[in-house]
């Protein structure tokens, strides 16, 4: 069964923005067990609202017999920082003022994220990481993990993602925090401020997640005699309340900002240069439906990477297709580790 842990930094740690944070907590989920060679970890980012329990989100992929067997892998997923499911974010006690942080929890990229990985990454001892693998905003994140540390990444599989997040996707990304800031109570310091501009957040979201097709087929009415309450509508309020009730504003306003964020060039003489730091073997996936994250942008990140490997997942679902069309992507990792043999990374008599 997966294991759920938590790691303590206890020394203040210093953002890109120059603020510091007093330390910091990060909630994460292993399943499996480490070879003797330590060479089979498989290393999981998240997405927006996703946890650490990548069985939850993307169970397909993981458990007896799929295509990370807990047999022959060990995997590892963090709740990233800034999260609300155990890792330190808006709702936890600042020690400093022993109040919680709300609004005064100091904003974050993707490249402090992936900095407190890895210092997480050190603490369990993993020198090398076969497979890093993330989607949406978790593969953001798995790009700029691998550009940071090259030496550490045998492979990167970077799903439904890019390089810089587009003006296309910031806008997206904005027009959600207006709804949360439209929200009377945004401006108090509760655990449930913006909750009500949250709801409303999520369903503009939806539009992006998922695609015209797809709504077509799930939400438009089966007659036409109705002229009010379509389903349509009742299912974007129920995904805001679904979303409510498991998720706070802070986070979503702190992780959409560390989107927003996303530019794997800045600093470094631009995308083309910082792919040059890339050592993994990388396979780029894209969803031909999605509207938030085109293929045009993995195609890209192919085409900038050689001997890079890209695959298109066919769905109607749109963006949240790489997280439903679980047996292709299934089987474009199978294809893109061969010839090797996966097999060989089983733990049988090797457990350390």
């Not at 203040?12 to 944070?21: K, N, P, Y």
């Not at 593969?139 to 587009?166: D, M, T, Y």
């Not at 409303?200 to 077509?216: G, P």
């Not at 890079?308 to 963006?319: E, L, M, N, V």
């Amino acid at each position: 069964m997966p294991e759920h842990l938590d790691f303590h930094y206890q020394t203040d740690f210093v953002l890109e923005s120059g603020e510091t944070l007093p330390g910091f907590q990060l909630a994460y989920t292993t399943y499996g067990r480490l070879n003797r060679e330590r060479s089979n970890v498989v290393w999981v980012c998240h997405a927006l609202t996703g946890s650490s329990d990548f069985t939850d989100w993307w169970g397909e992929l993981f458990g007896e017999g799929r295509l990370y067997d807990p047999a022959d892998w060990f995997i590892v997923c963090a709740n990233t920082l800034g999260g609300c499911y155990g890792s330190t974010g808006p709702l936890s006690m600042n020690p400093r003022t022993l109040k919680p942080f709300y609004h005064t929890f100091p904003q974050l990229t993707n490249r402090d994220i992936v900095r407190a990985f890895d210092l997480l990454r050190q603490e369990l001892g993993l020198e090398q990481i076969h497979t890093l693998l993330g989607g949406s905003l978790g593969g953001q994140q798995a790009l700029e993990w691998a550009v940071q540390q090259p030496q550490v990444f045998q492979r990167l599989v970077q799903v439904a993602s890019n390089a810089r997040h587009s003006a296309w996707g910031i806008a997206f990304n904005e027009s959600q925090r207006m709804a949360i800031r439209q929200d009377p109570s945004w401006a108090s310091d509760s655990a449930s401020a913006g909750q009500e501009g949250l709801k409303t957040a999520r369903a503009i979201a939806m539009l992006s997640y998922r695609h015209y097709r797809c709504y077509e087929a799930s939400q438009q009415e089966p007659g036409n005699s109705i002229t009010d309450n379509f389903r349509a509508a009742s299912y974007q309020v129920y995904q805001g309340e679904k979303l409510a009730q498991r998720f706070n504003a802070y986070t979503y306003w702190l992780l959409s900002k560390a989107m927003d964020s996303h530019h794997i060039g800045r600093g470094r003489g631009g995308i083309r240069k910082a792919l040059e730091r890339l050592t993994a073997s990388c396979l780029f996936v894209g969803v031909d439906t999605d509207l938030l994250f085109p293929v045009e942008e993995q195609q890209a990140l192919h085409q900038q990477v050689p001997g890079s490997t890209f695959a298109r997942i066919r769905s109607t679902y749109g963006h949240d297709g790489f997280l439903v069309e679980t047996e292709q992507l299934s089987q474009i990792i199978k294809d893109f580790y061969e010839p090797e043999e996966v097999k060989q990374h089983r733990y049988e008599n090797t457990e350390v």
